[in-house]
């Protein structure tokens, strides 16, 4: 008696997620694993498989073109491998997040890429620089698949939504987004989401959340035949035979269906299944299906289909399981359609003729158009009284009698669209959209919120410090759905949108705090929601709806509510009793409203700033504001611009000033990164110097992880010089350095010298003017003296600096290193000697003279002021 051979399996990867895919032909098996290898397996053959070595770890998918094959791993990178050759790959796409799936069109000319993110990159296979790009999804996705025909691809988002593109042009376009019909999931689960395209080009199917494989079709996106497959865990992987006459079907309870499509029938189940499985295919041609599991095991099953049932493999394509055609509607009679070249004509439609305003009759006779087909007395007219009913008016045309009474010219008139402006949506500072079940509520120098989606029952709220010794990290179970955080030292302040009937609310949680319960709720009246809100040291504020600003103690007691004049709110800002608030206003040049903000000290009841425009280009949005460490207010743009407000405590001479362009930054200047910054705060470094505070995003993504990235430090630099500029003295200084010139490169050596003493000088002038207008406004400390003191020091370091350049670039420099002199504040009476002693140095004996009598005449004015008193 004969036993069926034991199905065993081979070791292609160390124990871990694997995967696996067939080159078109059916020659070549390759799988990729959680190991820095791909194994080629060739059909047919029990020989040991290739390798090629030095691929990325922790593969998660793969797929296979003619003599090449394509993974993605969890490190973001999208590699492209030869089968030809044991080769490292080349990189066709580098993601921040972790890449899900790779598909490959038939044509293998595109490879779509899923991943954490939320859009998805179609590559070009042969041309990298060459991609298109699908942003309408929400959420982050899970699996992307191809059409037979390449001309669609399916995208299965981690919220349980499907978006169908088509590809055909070459911006792709939604054609249908398909809700309800996979189940929500994580990334990182095993669980399959994938659209599975049927061989006959007309529907696809996809794994429910009810462990069942539903149908749909393509043509009215209607849901056609159900497998109840019975599996009791969720369906990990599914695949159509080539013909689409077959079905297999696997889950983690550890079973194997093979269903037949016409009838949804089990044909046999497989219940030898020792792991997992995460991927299966059919042979193009073969009767063997393979599949590869969680424990790096590859298994090649042949005479998958038993013996009486392997016609039905063998058979053509065969069409989809369906309840009904849907090229012949729901009655199942074939619908109407127009053949290309034929023209429909209504019945007794004939040329009109025979009135006063006929196009005929006032041409004449020699413009009519002559119509061979047409009968003898078509020019009767096309509507026949023919049962005296008063259907014409005696000359063969309709009677006004059907009409309506008249109306008035100016209704009957079309008018163009009108005119709608664009507003600024709200926004709350360091808050970032969902991206899979996870997002950021706010970030700042202490530490970050963020809030977790837990199937969308309820959420999970933490807050996470980055001096843990200071404080302590902490997370809850949030019901109500908090939207909005703010994170100072002393508390935690959150919000919710109203929902059914419950209303917004706001909850701030102190960190610490002598009593029993410090933390308190309070709601808002039925009918407003938080647009933005703010948290200081001494004020909690709040934004509506309602264009009410709402602020309260920190002890939840009401303090002030009134309407602002800008309207709808933005967003707002706080630093201890300064409130800034922001909001639309007119209509500027672009078609969109221009912002306005207000800045007020609450404790003296004393508004600084009423009002007054936000300083944007057109085609510009406001990305976050925020006070500095010192109290400063800022803003950051679209555009990657830092931007403070100066001489703000005093009414109409406040005006924005650029501290920082991010593009023109030094590490952009070669063009190689490609990556943008996320605004936190400006605060001072170790060393006592302002400092940008930010998270780098890299790659195209707009928004930050979460868990975010550790915060990065940039220096304040004021935009004197682009960062073509910048570049350009990079490469010539390398060519200086080549080269045996020594006068051209000290000339390009003190360029560069003098761009970086302007920059100290610009910026230590401005950071000087702020602090001064601070300490005129508010009971300076000792250490804001001491600042001040050293600002002023800085700006005559720079200028003595400069002068120093001045004077060794000739005589013919003299007056603008006399105009230098002359900006020295000289706040220790030496700053002057100096100068006069640079210009000794070399030899500028008639600037010496000037800069001797400047500092006579500065003398004699102190002699004076001190005689006044």
């Not at 040991?48 to 003599?67: F, H, K, T, V, W």
């Not at 590809?167 to 054609?175: H, T």
């Not at 490169?745 to 602090?771: C, I, N, P, R, W």
Request: glycine share 8%; charged share 25%; aromatic share 8%.
């Amino acid at each position: 008696m004969a036993f069926p051979q034991q199905l065993r399996g081979r070791y292609a990867h160390a124990p871990g997620p694997t995967f696996l895919t067939y080159t078109p032909n059916g020659k070549k098996l390759i799988t990729a694993g959680v190991d820095n290898f791909c194994r080629i397996f060739t059909t047919g053959s029990d020989e040991e498989p290739s390798n090629i070595d030095d691929c990325q770890e922790n593969n998660l998918s793969i797929a296979a073109g003619d003599g090449f094959f394509i993974t993605g791993a969890e490190d973001g990178t999208v590699n492209k491998y030869s089968l030809g050759t044991n080769d490292g790959g080349d990189i066709l796409w580098r993601s921040t997040l972790p890449v899900r799936d790779v598909a490959l069109s038939p044509d293998g000319n595109w490879v779509a890429v899923a991943s954490d993110e939320l859009v998805v990159n179609v590559i070009n296979t042969k041309d990298i620089q060459t991609v298109k790009r699908l942003r309408d999804q929400n959420r982050s996705v899970k699996h992307v698949s191809f059409n037979k025909s390449g001309t669609q691809l399916a995208v299965s988002c981690v919220d349980g939504s499907i978006y169908i593109y088509s590809m055909d042009s070459e911006q792709p376009e939604l054609v249908q987004k398909v809700d309800n019909m996979i189940k929500r999931l994580e990334p990182e689960a095993e669980s399959s989401a994938r659209v599975l395209w049927h061989p006959d080009g007309k529907a696809f199917a996809t794994p429910t959340a009810l462990r069942e494989v539903q149908v749909m079709s393509t043509n009215d996106w209607e849901k056609q035949k159900t497998f109840k497959t019975g599996h009791t865990s969720e369906i990990t992987a599914a695949a159509w035979s080539p013909n689409g006459a077959l079905l297999a079907t696997t889950s983690s309870d550890l079973n194997l269906f093979l269903w037949d499509a016409t009838t949804q029938k089990i044909i046999k189940k497989y219940d030898d299944v020792k792991a997992t499985i995460l991927a299966m295919a059919w042979h193009p041609t073969e009767n063997i299906l393979s599949y590869t599991n969680t424990e790096g095991l590859l298994y090649i099953h042949t005479d998958f289909v038993p013996g009486e049932h392997v016609d039905v493999l063998r058979k053509p394509v065969q069409p989809a399981p369906y309840l009904h055609d849907p090229s012949e509607g729901r009655s199942g009679d074939p619908s109407t359609k127009l053949t290309n070249g034929t023209k429909h004509v209504l019945p007794e439609r004939r040329a009109r003729a025979g009135s006063t305003d006929s196009l005929d009759d006032l041409l004449g006779d020699e413009f009519r158009d002559d119509d061979e087909d047409m009968p003898d007395n078509a020019d009767d007219g096309f509507v026949i009284d023919d049962d005296g009913a008063g259907y014409t008016n005696g000359h063969g045309k309709r009677t006004n009698g059907h009409l309506g009474p008249l109306e008035s010219i100016s209704k009957r008139r079309p008018t163009a669209p009108a005119f709608q402006p664009q507003i600024h949506e709200p926004f709350q500072p360091g808050g970032t959209p969902w991206r899979g079940n996870r997002r950021l509520l706010c970030c700042s120098l202490v530490g970050y919120v963020s809030t977790i989606s837990q199937e969308g029952s309820h959420y999970t709220a933490e807050v996470k410090f980055y001096d843990e010794h200071a404080h302590h990290n902490f997370k809850f179970t949030d019901v109500f759905g908090y939207d909005k955080a703010a994170l100072t030292e002393h508390g935690t302040l959150f919000s919710c949108q109203p929902k059914d009937d419950t209303p917004a609310m706001i909850y701030y949680r102190p960190h610490e705090t002598w009593t029993n319960r410090a933390d308190w709720r309070t709601n808002l009246p039925a009918g407003e929601s938080v647009t933005a809100i703010a948290l200081s040291e001494s004020y909690v504020v709040v934004t509506t709806s309602a264009n009410y600003v709402r602020i309260y103690s920190l002890f939840g007691l009401p303090i002030r509510v009134y309407r602002q004049k800008a309207s709808p709110a933005v967003t707002c800002a706080a630093w201890r009793d300064y409130v800034l608030t922001i909001g639309n206003g007119p209509i500027g040049g672009d078609g969109t409203s221009q912002l306005l903000y207000t800045i007020e000290n609450v404790k003296r009841d004393e508004i600084y700033q009423s009002e007054d425009i936000v300083a944007l280009p057109p085609n510009t949005a406001l990305t976050s504001v925020f006070f500095s460490a010192d109290g400063d207010p800022y803003i950051y743009d679209s555009d990657g611009v830092l931007l403070t407000l100066m001489h703000w405590r005093t009414n109409g001479q406040a005006r924005w000033l650029p501290m920082l362009d991010t593009k023109c930054m030094a590490r952009l200047a070669g063009g190689g990164k490609q990556e943008s910054y996320w605004p936190v705060c400006v605060a001072r470094d170790a060393d006592g110097k302002h400092v940008f505070h930010c998270m780098i995003i890299k790659g195209s993504e707009k928004y930050p992880t979460n868990p975010p990235p550790m915060l990065s430090e940039f220096p304040l630099e004021i935009p004197l010089s682009s960062s073509i500029d910048r570049s350009r003295e990079g490469r010539d200084r390398d060519v200086d350095a080549m080269s045996d010139d020594g006068e051209d490169g000290a000339a390009k050596k003190t360029e560069s010298k003098q761009q970086l003493h302007e920059q100290d000088f610009v910026l230590s002038s401005a950071l000087h003017a702020q602090l001064s207008d601070a300490l005129s406004h508010t009971r300076p400390t000792t250490h804001q003296k001491q600042d001040l003191v050293s600002l002023e020091v800085q700006i005559d370091r720079s200028l003595l600096q400069l002068l120093g350049l001045e004077c060794l670039a000739g005589e013919d420099r003299g007056m603008k290193a006399l105009e230098l002199v002359t900006l020295m504040r000289d706040a220790n009476g030496k700053m002057l000697d100096l100068a006069g002693k640079v210009a000794q140095r070399y030899g500028r004996d008639m600037l010496g003279e000037k800069i001797q009598e400047l500092a006579e005449k500065k003398l004699l004015a102190n002699a004076e002021e001190d005689d006044d008193f």
